[in-house]
């Protein structure tokens, strides 16, 4: 008699038998080589990011927490609060002129919303604008100074308004400060200081001296057939003036009241902060832009750290440029490696290298333009005078009057000028403009630590 063999049943879980779930144990099994790839490389990415933004979060919380006692003091009501200005300039290559101004208000700005401190964030669109705009404010404050211009008052407040004097709204100034964000911002601020307080106060009309100037270069004359007419004296004079006046920068005629105002001291700034940014443009930056996007607590750690130097009001002078003697009689400025004036210089490195054929971009267009500009004149020419009459696509699309033209010719020089003399500032072979007046007027934020390492160190001694 045989015996019954042993039971080949597979085993089954009780808990899954009871919750009818048994078909659960049957369809489970070890997931595959993909899938496991697959959740490990997923899994490591996301993990990357929320430990980021977590580190983000606290970083960001714990100098908040450093500074919010300073917005709880009571203060007087009347007083104003500590106001900076901040100046944020076009990063060379990107077509978002608002970078910098954006890295400002993502890392920097958070820390001076929780120490109550008030900031003016000035943007400049196009290489150049920054520099335009401080030259300009510089030479407003020296005619108002001088009594060449009256301050303009709004008339919408009462006769009997009390306005705060000049030493106060100066006052007010050097205890704010200067937030400076970017390479670029740093350039273009210098190069508008320097000329704020070299060139003259008086007032230039930029426009009308281009107007002249391209009046007189011939672009537009008519030159009659089979007629060889000489040039007047005075035409050749005018036309020789209005390119050195192109060449040079522009300043007042000799009889000019403000010609003898340049000043020999500058009076001080308020203290700068500057803010190191890079902003990665390009293909090749690609695993810049990667790694920066998994480590955004750097930044956040930057900005704050200089945004807690502000908030503490601890400074240093400015370390300028020394002078290297490079033969035996001539001397050059050249910036030393521990200047203060190399703020951020190995951003740079990152400029797209198709930059440095600005100058020939712009010439080859100019050509381009000025070889298109006979033919349409001549047209326009010949329908203004009823030399002959328009074709059908003229009718359906008049073609551009010599008013016209000269006008586009206006605005595109005007742009392309814009776009060199921008260029010339900010393109990494231009060093920081400088100028000895400059010599202990600059003081820098620096790292409350120093201060606070130093009182601990001598109170340990006396101990």
């Not at 929320?50 to 970083?59: A, L, S, V, W």
């Not at 920097?108 to 196009?126: L, M, Q, R, Y």
């Not at 490696?337 to 990152?350: A, I, L, N, P, Q």
């Not at 920081?432 to 340990?460: H, L, Q």
Request: proline share 8%; net charge neutral.
């Amino acid at each position: 008699m045989s015996t019954p063999g042993p039971s080949t049943a597979p085993p089954t879980n009780a808990a899954l038998d009871l919750s009818g779930l048994t078909w659960v144990a049957k369809r489970l099994k070890v997931p595959s080589r993909n899938t496991l790839i697959f959740l490990s490389v997923t899994s490591s990415v996301l993990g990357l990011y929320i430990y980021d933004r977590q580190q983000c979060k606290k970083i960001r919380q714990e100098y908040v927490d450093k500074v919010r006692h300073l917005s709880e003091e009571t203060t007087d009501h009347l007083a104003w609060p500590r106001q900076v200005k901040v100046y944020s300039a076009k990063w060379p290559g990107d077509e978002d002129y608002n970078q910098c101004a954006r890295y400002f208000r993502k890392y920097v700005k958070p820390i001076f919303i929780a120490a109550a401190i008030d900031f003016e964030i000035v943007t400049g669109k196009k290489h150049g604008d920054l520099a335009d705009r401080i030259a300009d404010e510089i030479k407003m404050r020296r005619r108002l100074d001088m009594g060449l211009e009256e301050e303009h008052r709004d008339p919408r407040l009462t006769p009997k308004y009390k306005f705060r004097s000049k030493e106060d709204i100066r006052q007010q100034e050097l205890d704010g400060g200067i937030v400076i964000v970017g390479r670029p911002t740093w350039k273009e601020f210098m190069d508008g200081l320097k000329r704020g307080w070299t060139e003259s106060p008086a007032k230039i009309d930029h426009d009308e001296i281009l107007a002249r100037e391209l009046e007189e270069d011939g672009r537009f004359d008519e030159v009659e057939p089979f007629e060889e007419t000489p040039p007047s004296p005075a035409k050749s004079f005018n036309s020789d003036f209005y390119n050195t006046l192109h060449q040079a920068s522009p300043k007042p005629t000799a009889s000019s009241p403000v010609d003898s105002t340049i000043p020999s001291s500058i009076p001080a700034l308020p203290p700068i902060l500057f803010v190191p940014f890079t902003n990665y443009v390009g293909f090749k930056l690609i695993p810049n832009m990667l790694y920066d996007f998994f480590n955004r607590r750097y930044f956040v750690q930057s900005g704050a750290e200089a945004a807690y130097r502000l908030v503490m009001r601890q400074t240093r002078p400015f370390n300028p440029p020394s002078s290297v003697i490079l033969f035996n009689d001539v001397s050059s400025e050249v910036p030393s490696t521990s200047s203060d004036v190399d703020f951020g210089k190995h951003s740079e490195g990152y400029y797209k290298n198709s930059l440095n054929a600005t100058e020939k971009e712009v010439e080859r267009q100019r050509r381009k333009y000025y070889d298109e500009l006979v033919p349409k004149l001549a047209t326009a020419r010949e329908l203004a005078r009823h030399i002959r009459e328009p074709t059908k696509d003229e009718i359906n699309y008049p073609p551009a009057t010599e008013v016209e033209l000269r006008a586009e010719r206006m605005e595109k020089e005007k742009r392309w000028r814009r776009m060199l003399s921008g260029w010339e500032i900010v393109k990494p072979s231009t060093e920081v403009a400088w100028d000895n007046r400059f010599e202990g007027i600059f003081t820098v934020f620096t790292d409350p630590t120093e201060k606070t390492g130093s009182n601990e160190d001598t109170s340990t001694k006396s101990t």
